[in-house]
């Protein structure tokens, strides 16, 4: 099935199930993106093969009418308790794999079409229930750039090549995890001939496929690399950081209270030893404590005024 498609059939299910009342076609047809501009003829045989597409899913769309005068005003929906799964016992390790699985979608145009068609039904008088597409808006931020062409790389098992810090790389992906709100890429590193991480937020640009296969990696190695992440937060800072900004660095800090400037607060984080991070932010952060990172950060901010 083609992305297009996916997507299609995709918004056509939000919509039978947001609804409480039966879509009419025409509707359905002003409502789904992926109707839009279609010729009459067109979207009869598009609605149809999505509608027979969803009931080879064994997604139940239901046909009827609103009305008992006009019976023959046909409308389509999903009633909730056809469409839920039946109860079903998952161990705890499956459980945690099915919950950041339910929380992350490849991107967030997904969230977007539900807000989309959430609004076109409440103008339609459909009144949607919200409360059946709740799963459907993601909770965990996946905003950058790269993370939608490295999610499908990673479940594809392509190579990708992207640049990274000012240099070139050829990357075999392994895992594409979040750590305290953060995307991270772990993968075998052609350029570099060694396996590696990458903070996605930090790649330039949009990656591209790379030619090749993606060797099998060593249970053992990617373990590596995931502690690595957790380790290199493990030194605590006392920062200030302006109202309403580096949303990602006090997302999981501690406030604390502190002397800092007007319009800033107080926050404990934990941190790596990495300055260009906390440097990166620029004039919204000031590093506090301790005396090392200060200078540290000090050093990265005064090496790229002088590199400019």
């Not at 895992?175 to 991270?184: I, N, P």
């Not at 006090?250 to 941190?271: C, L, M, N, Y």
Request: net charge neutral.
């Amino acid at each position: 099935m083609s992305a297009r498609k996916s997507e299609r059939i995709m918004n056509l299910t939000i919509c039978l199930l947001m609804a409480r009342r039966f879509v009419e076609r025409e509707q359905i047809r002003e409502m789904v993106t992926g109707y839009h501009g279609l010729s009459d003829a067109a979207f009869e045989r598009t609605f149809e093969r999505d509608k027979d597409e969803l009931r080879a899913l064994g997604v139940p769309v239901e046909t009827g009418s609103n009305s008992t005068l006009f019976p023959d005003e046909l409308g389509y929906r999903i009633r909730r308790r056809d469409f839920e799964l039946p109860e079903i016992d998952f161990s705890p390790a499956e459980l945690a794999a099915l919950g950041v699985a339910s929380s992350v979608w490849d991107d967030a145009r997904r969230e977007g079409d539900a807000v989309t068609a959430l609004a076109k039904l409440r103008a339609a008088g459909l009144d949607p229930d919200v409360e059946r597409v709740a799963g459907f808006a993601p909770s965990v931020a996946a905003r950058e750039p790269a993370f939608e062409s490295l999610w499908r790389a990673t479940v594809a098992a392509r190579p990708v090549t992207f640049v990274y810090k000012g240099v070139a790389r050829v990357v075999e992906p392994w895992r594409l995890l979040s750590h305290h709100g953060a995307w991270y890429l772990i993968g075998y590193d052609r350029t570099r001939a060694a396996g590696r991480s990458f903070k996605v937020s930090r790649i330039d640009g949009v990656p591209s496929t790379a030619s090749g296969q993606v060797s099998a990696p060593d249970p053992a190695e990617v373990a590596r690399h995931v502690a690595s992440l957790a380790a290199k937060r493990d030194k605590e800072a006392i920062v200030a950081v302006r109202d309403g900004a580096a949303h990602e660095l006090v997302r999981f800090a501690e406030p604390v209270t502190v002397d800092v400037p007007a319009g800033f607060s107080g926050w404990r984080i934990k941190t790596s030893s990495d300055a260009g991070e906390i440097a990166s932010y620029g004039s919204d952060v000031i590093v506090l404590e301790p005396a090392s990172l200060v200078a540290a950060v000090t050093a990265h901010l005064e090496a790229v005024a002088s590199w400019r």
